[in-house]
């Protein structure tokens, strides 16, 4: 199941600390779809899943943002 998380004009360390809520409600091998505006979570965001043993799937740099496909594992 691919979930939705908005973190538009959130600036770090908010989109990790958002991202971190959202994963514990989810399910393994679910996905979380990130929206974000803070260049930060093109380091953050990947750093964080590899420490946390989850999965960037998927990072899409856009005029208006960044989206970025993570799953969760284990």
């Known amino acids: 199941m691919k979930h939705n998380l908005d973190v538009k004009c959130l ?3 908010m989109p990790v600390i958002r991202l971190g809520e959202m994963i514990e409600k989810i399910k393994i ?8 505006t803070d ?3 093109l380091h ?3 750093a ?3 420490v946390h043993g989850h ?5 899409n740099e856009k005029t208006d943002g960044i989206i ?3 799953e ?3």
Do not use: F, H, R
């Open 11 to 13: 600036l770090c360390p």
């Open 29 to 36: 091998s679910d996905t979380i779809e990130m929206l974000a």
């Open 39 to 41: 260049s930060g979570v």
């Open 44 to 46: 953050d965001i990947p």
């Open 48 to 50: 964080w899943c590899k």
């Open 55 to 59: 999965k960037v799937i998927s990072i």
């Open 68 to 70: 970025l496909l993570v």
């Open 72 to 74: 969760k594992i284990g």
